[in-house]
């Protein structure tokens, strides 16, 4: 199989801060087309002939946003690209952003036009310095030539958390408040910047918007799994051949992403587990690697697309060597909101340790499996809930690692 490059069309092939490279490849004819267009049919057409769904973990219809924020009678409208990309293993967006940073903002504008924002908003991973600086000149270039019109937009740089990748934390962060998510219902939609209806959208959603209006929903519609159509971006690492970001049609396999383009596992070693989605999803086995990559194939097996993250591991790793790690990134990253969170991902990195060092019982494992039924049920936002994912995961796949770790009794 080959790479279907959409969202990447551009990347290695024009100058990421000339604006005239990304005119010259076709850019803003997009938006141009767009603006001539009724705006309810515009949305339509994104909503239900390409059937595009988001390109975050959720995977809702970016037609059904766009939809709920333009039927509002709301003066004020706003709209967000979610560049915070804070997930282990991920690296997609930046793939992008320092690729290709006018096919986000040419994105941004179309949606802007179509739920009719005048404020947009780039949030971008604070580390990501170069993104933030190649968005920044290329706001300019865009604001310059007239492309922006009487659409305002910021590049707006994270201060390093997590939990900023959610919706509602972004719209906290932006009002100047503490990182944290908002409770929900009203969706942000309804309210959410400013008490105003506001629409969030990741960067590779972006990143796909202008070849959808430019060669037609229906080409997009037709291209990879029917309900999940399009492509996605799957970023590899760990023990794998190639560590690569591919853009790949949604019908692709497990097995065409880590043997195809990853090359397979290093050192001619087996294929242990594949952690698919990031740190806050569970585990796939080398059985079921011939399930295509669409968000609901990848479902039915129980496991998540997420931020399209494929994390190679051998057979010589111990999982709860790799688990402790991840409970160390959730208790860092843990904003504090709700107690069930805050201590609970404490107390399993805690638990995780002595495992991992070899001075953990059965009875530890039980309480981790307790710890993780509750932060399930009551954490505020999915950061908890989430957070004991992989060790579910693990504990069910591969209980033989645990095992393995028992302290042995004198």
């Known amino acids: 199989m080959e790479e279907v490059r959409i969202a990447l069309r551009n990347v290695g092939k024009i100058k990421p801060d000339s604006i005239e490279d990304y005119i010259a490849a076709g850019g803003y004819e997009a938006l141009k087309k767009a603006r001539t267009l009724d705006r309810g049919k515009l949305i339509r057409t994104i909503e239900e002939t390409s059937r595009l769904r988001g390109r975050g973990g959720a995977a809702f219809s970016t037609g059904k946003k766009w939809s709920s924020a333009y039927a509002s009678k709301e003066e004020s409208k706003y709209l967000v690209c979610n560049a915070d990309e804070g997930e282990p293993g991920t690296y997609k967006d930046r793939v992008i952003l320092e690729g290709d940073p006018h096919t986000v903002i040419e994105g941004l504008l179309i949606g802007a036009y179509a739920i009719g924002a005048k404020e947009c908003f780039l949030y971008v991973r604070g580390e990501y310095e170069k993104s933030i600086k190649l968005l920044r000149r290329a706001v300019k270039q865009a604001e310059e030539k007239g492309l922006t019109g009487e659409v305002s937009i910021k590049v707006v740089s994270g201060a390093g958390a997590y939990i900023c990748g ?190 991992a060092k070899g001075e953990g019982s059965q009875a530890d494992i039980e309480l981790i499996r307790t710890l993780a039924d509750y932060m399930q049920k009551s954490c505020f936002c999915p950061l908890g809930q989430s957070a004991t994912t992989a060790f579910l995961s693990a504990w069910k796949l591969f209980p033989e690692d645990f095992a393995a770790k028992l302290r042995k009794e004198a």
């Open 166 to 355: 959610e919706g509602t934390a972004i719209v906290n962060s932006l009002e100047g408040l503490r990182g944290e998510p908002r409770l929900k219902p009203p969706s942000m939609a309804v309210r959410g910047l400013n008490q105003k209806p506001t629409v969030v959208n990741n960067v590779e959603t972006f990143a796909l918007i202008p070849e959808i209006v430019n060669k037609g929903a229906g080409w997009f519609g037709a291209i990879g799994a029917e309900k999940f159509p399009g492509t996605k971006l799957m970023c590899l690492s760990g023990d794998v051949v190639n560590k690569v970001c591919v853009e790949v049609p949604t019908n692709a396999t497990l097995q065409d992403v880590v043997e195809g383009f990853g090359g397979g596992v290093v050192n001619g070693k087996k294929l242990k587990a594949i952690q698919l989605g990031g740190s806050s999803c569970g585990f796939v086995t080398p059985d079921q690697l011939d399930t295509p990559i669409d968000f609901d194939s990848i479902g039915s097996i129980g496991a998540s697309l997420g931020s399209g993250a494929v994390y190679v591991i051998d057979e010589s790793r111990n999982l709860v060597d790799i688990l402790w790690e991840i409970a160390k990134f959730f208790r860092h990253e843990s904003c504090g909101k709700c107690t069930p969170c805050r201590e609970g991902t404490m107390r399993v990195e805690e638990l995780l340790e002595k495992l």
